[in-house]
């Protein structure tokens, strides 16, 4: 009886925040100006309500001109000197639930993060639209390193890439009263695809080339998600060709030693096949059958605004060079009343966990706010 309350609790809690602040459609709000800093605080930030801005950065020259579309243009502009991190996977899906290796059973899963490389741009270029042209290239790239890669020197810092777009989203800067924390470079394919998860940033996603397609789901979901411990595991290659030729050779997965476990979000929402669909639903009934996520796609000269800690999955639909490309900016959030709410949300076991954690360690939450974003775990 008292699960049945809890369940009933909880489920009006999701009907009630789209009722009152969100709205019922699965569409986000879309502007077709940048809206003002006191608007954008006021119906959005404080809000915590995500927004699309149509045309919000069609003004960069990276946008306006295309100038990033072209492999000639972004070549001689970095230099054939320029060495970038790739992120290695077999099916294009980076930090994202996979079975665990030499399992005998693939509803065993494991969380698995990328093999990365280092390889030089031009050709790390050629590897990302080449291995998202093959659906049976055995190597998937996606150029996703985050943690400032923008500016910072190892990676696309001090490149004349600057100054094709904006150092920041002005009215966002404004209206957060700071500047953004990090700036991060993402140059994917079609088959790169994120998995369901949330960062602690606000967070302006501009698109150059390509499309994005995301899922959003508001941190008072975060029950319908089923959050558990995994296993840490890692695509390993046994050689570096992996990293410029496309279909080298076959990425492999291990477990991390020593091992430790991940707290991550169990919903697929593109089962693959049938019998996996089958699974998911009698096995996440909370999401498969609760209020559809929102939905949006943000074309190239689009920002999204994703409020801090939204859950949100994507996919991309690349331009015409085989590639989706786009910056965005993390701005710092405040972990004000809304944080307070979100930890003790999460507080609460329901649906009741599949397994207790191990001895010892910490029950699924967020931990050390700097800790989190920081663990390389974060990508869009």
Same mark, same amino acid.
């Given at each position: 009886?008292?699960?049945?309350?809890?369940?009933?609790?909880?489920?009006?809690?999701?009907?009630?925040?789209?009722?009152?602040?969100?709205?019922?459609?699965? /569409?986000?709000?879309?502007?077709?100006?940048?809206?003002?800093? !006191?608007?954008?605080?006021?119906?959005?930030?404080?809000?915590?309500?995500?927004? !699309?801005?149509?045309?919000?950065?069609?003004?960069?020259?990276?946008?306006?001109?295309?100038?990033?579309?072209?492999?000639?243009?972004?070549? *001689?502009?970095?230099?054939?000197?320029?060495?970038?991190?790739?992120?290695?996977?077999?099916?294009?899906?980076?930090?994202?639930?996979?079975?665990?290796?030499?399992?005998?059973?693939?509803?065993?899963?494991?969380?698995?993060?990328?093999?990365?490389?280092?390889?030089?741009?031009?050709?790390?270029?050629?590897?990302?639209?080449?291995?998202? /042209?093959?659906?049976?290239?055995?190597?998937?790239?996606?150029?996703?390193?985050? +943690?400032?890669?923008?500016?910072?020197?190892?990676?696309?810092?001090?490149?004349?890439?600057? *100054?094709?777009?904006?150092?920041?989203?002005?009215? *966002?800067?404004?209206? !957060?009263?700071?500047?953004?924390?990090?700036? +991060?470079?993402?140059?994917?394919?079609?088959?790169?695809?994120?998995?369901?998860?949330?960062?602690?940033?606000? +967070?302006?996603?501009?698109?150059?080339?390509?499309?994005?397609?995301?899922?959003?789901?508001?941190?008072?979901?975060?029950?319908?998600?089923?959050?558990?411990?995994?296993? *840490?595991?890692?695509?390993?290659?046994?050689?570096?060709?992996?990293?410029?030729?496309?279909?080298?050779?076959?990425?492999? !997965?291990?477990?991390?030693?020593?091992?430790?476990?991940?707290?991550?979000?169990?919903?697929?929402?593109?089962?693959?096949?049938?019998?996996?669909?089958?699974?998911?639903?009698?096995?996440?009934?909370?999401?498969?059958?609760?209020?559809?996520?929102?939905?949006?796609?943000?074309?190239?000269?689009?920002?999204?605004?994703?409020?801090?800690?939204?859950?949100?999955?994507?996919?991309?639909?690349?331009?015409?060079?085989?590639?989706?490309?786009?910056?965005?900016?993390?701005?710092?959030?405040?972990?004000?009343?809304?944080?307070?709410?979100? +930890?003790?949300?999460?507080?609460?076991?329901?649906?009741?966990?599949?397994?207790?954690?191990?001895?010892?360690?910490?029950?699924?939450?967020?931990?050390?706010?700097?800790?989190?974003?920081?663990?390389?775990?974060?990508?869009?």
């Amino acid at each position: 009886m008292e699960g049945e309350k809890l369940g009933a609790a909880v489920a009006g809690l999701w009907a009630e925040v789209r009722e009152l602040s969100l709205g019922t459609s699965p /569409r986000i709000d879309v502007l077709d100006t940048p809206p003002s800093p !006191l608007v954008f605080l006021r119906d959005y930030v404080s809000a915590n309500k995500p927004c !699309l801005v149509r045309g919000g950065a069609a003004h960069w020259p990276a946008v306006s001109r295309s100038l990033w579309s072209h492999d000639s243009y972004l070549a *001689a502009i970095l230099g054939k000197d320029r060495h970038v991190s790739l992120h290695l996977t077999p099916d294009g899906r980076a930090d994202a639930l996979a079975p665990l290796p030499d399992g005998d059973d693939d509803s065993n899963l494991c969380f698995a993060s990328a093999c990365v490389r280092r390889a030089p741009f031009a050709a790390a270029l050629r590897l990302i639209a080449a291995s998202g /042209r093959d659906p049976t290239s055995p190597v998937v790239a996606y150029a996703q390193e985050q +943690n400032d890669c923008f500016r910072a020197a190892a990676e696309y810092g001090g490149s004349a890439l600057a *100054a094709d777009v904006e150092e920041e989203v002005p009215w *966002a800067t404004a209206a !957060l009263g700071c500047s953004p924390e990090a700036v +991060n470079l993402w140059v994917g394919s079609g088959r790169s695809e994120t998995s369901f998860h949330k960062d602690h940033y606000e +967070n302006l996603y501009a698109v150059v080339t390509g499309e994005k397609h995301f899922l959003l789901l508001p941190p008072t979901d975060v029950h319908r998600l089923y959050v558990r411990r995994y296993l *840490a595991a890692r695509y390993v290659s046994s050689s570096a060709a992996a990293a410029t030729t496309a279909g080298v050779e076959e990425l492999k !997965l291990e477990l991390e030693e020593p091992r430790r476990e991940v707290p991550w979000c169990s919903v697929d929402p593109y089962p693959r096949t049938p019998k996996e669909a089958a699974r998911a639903r009698e096995e996440m009934p909370l999401y498969f059958q609760g209020p559809p996520p929102f939905q949006c796609t943000v074309r190239a000269g689009d920002i999204l605004y994703l409020p801090s800690m939204w859950f949100h999955h994507v996919r991309q639909t690349p331009d015409s060079s085989g590639r989706t490309i786009a910056v965005n900016f993390w701005y710092d959030m405040r972990f004000d009343i809304k944080y307070a709410y979100f +930890n003790l949300l999460q507080t609460i076991e329901y649906p009741p966990p599949s397994r207790d954690p191990p001895s010892g360690e910490e029950e699924p939450g967020d931990g050390p706010p700097v800790e989190r974003r920081r663990n390389g775990s974060l990508c869009v």
